[in-house]
Nanobody, 122 residues
Framework: QVRLVESGGGLVQPGGSLSLSCAAS????????MGWLRQAPGKAREFVAG????????DYADSVAGRFTISRDNAKSTMYLQMNSLKPDDTAVYYC???????????????WGQGAQVTVSS
């Protein structure tokens, strides 16, 4: 059974930083493209960031480029999202996702985590 478990969400003030982790099990982690999607209240789920199977390629939504950094550690079957200079618009549930044969670009993925709440507010 495939499991993607996010951790590290919480409440942070505008301009602050937060780091998310995603621990994967039940799949050959190094064979999967990984990524983060998010869903803000009343909005559709959207792409945040994606990373190649070896961690050699990364992609970001324009709204987070330069502020967020995605990374992975295949030895630990874990993916990370470092979020800096957070804004209230970043408030959302963040989902860890995995896709087998192509980079994560949208909601067309094979597996989802349960989500982690990130709230940016003063």
């Amino acid at each position: 059974q495939v499991r993607l478990v996010e951790s590290g969400g919480g409440l942070v003030q505008p301009g602050g930083s937060l780091s998310l982790s995603c621990a994967a099990s039940g799949l050959s982690f190094h064979n999967y493209f990984m990524g983060w999607l998010r869903q803000a209240p009343g909005k559709a789920r959207e792409f945040v960031a994606g990373i190649g199977r070896n961690g050699d390629t990364t992609d970001y939504a324009d709204s987070v480029a330069g502020r967020f950094t995605i990374s992975r550690d295949n030895a630990k079957s874990t993916m990370y999202l470092q979020m800096n200079s957070l804004k209230p618009d970043d408030t959302a549930v963040y989902y860890c996702v995995a896709r087998r044969f192509e980079p994560v670009k949208d909601t067309s993925v094979n597996y989802w985590g349960q989500g982690a709440q990130v709230t940016v507010s003063s």
